[in-house]
């Protein structure tokens, strides 16, 4: 994330924390983040100079207003206007930082190597609450090389407790590598 990213996104945070719209501003710029992910030509559209602003800011109008609070609607004009449309997920991201931090909300990522249980979801949840003493929003991802056990991200840290971890391990000390 670059430095207007991070002020960009944090501004429309401010604002909408000041107007009591944090989590509606959270949830329309998530959604934006997927819109914009699966349509990657809107985005394009909205960023080329080959049209005039205007009508670039014209498009985000039609197509959101409505949709997304004024603020949102706004922010993204001003994005398009200075030809930031670029910036705009590093925008999401800080604006979800602020937003998790002013709410004790730390992100984890879990990757195994199938999909976790709801049994096992729960007791993670409930772990990682009691370790941290926030809420956590669990993220989990499946990747079959890890063979088992699990691979945890969390708070800028890597806990990596899989299967194909404790084998590699293994194979370095046999080796004499470790």
């Known amino acids: 994330m670059t430095d207007l990213a991070r002020e960009y996104g944090e501004g429309l945070y401010e604002l909408c924390h000041e107007e009591?719209?944090?989590?509606?501003?959270?949830?329309?710029?998530?959604?934006?983040?997927?819109?914009?992910?699966?349509?990657?030509d809107f985005l394009r559209l909205l960023s080329n100079m080959a049209l005039p602003k205007e009508e670039r800011c014209g498009i985000l109008e039609t197509t959101l207003r409505g949709q997304v609070h004024d603020y949102v609607l706004n922010f993204l004009k001003i994005l398009c206007e200075r030809n930031l449309l670029?910036?705009?997920?590093?925008?999401?991201?800080?604006?979800?930082?602020?937003?998790?931090?002013?709410?004790?909300?730390?992100?984890?990522?879990?990757?195994?190597?199938?999909p976790l249980t709801e049994s096992q979801r729960r007791q993670m949840l409930e772990k990682l609450q009691s370790m941290t003493g926030r809420s956590i929003n669990l993220k989990e991802k499946v990747d079959t090389a890890l063979i088992g056990g699990v691979l945890l991200e969390m708070d800028g840290k890597?806990?990596?407790?899989?299967?194909?971890?404790?084998?590699?391990?293994?194979?370095?000390?046999?080796?004499?590598?470790a």
């Open 20 to 40: 009591n719209l944090a989590e509606e501003g959270l949830t329309q710029m998530q959604m934006l983040k997927s819109c914009f992910k699966e349509q990657p």
């Open 86 to 114: 670029h910036e705009f997920f590093g925008c999401e991201e800080a604006y979800r930082n602020l937003y998790n931090q002013h709410h004790s909300i730390l992100e984890a990522t879990v990757t195994s190597a199938s």
């Open 158 to 177: 890597r806990y990596d407790n899989t299967l194909r971890h404790r084998l590699e391990g293994l194979q370095q000390a046999l080796s004499g590598n």
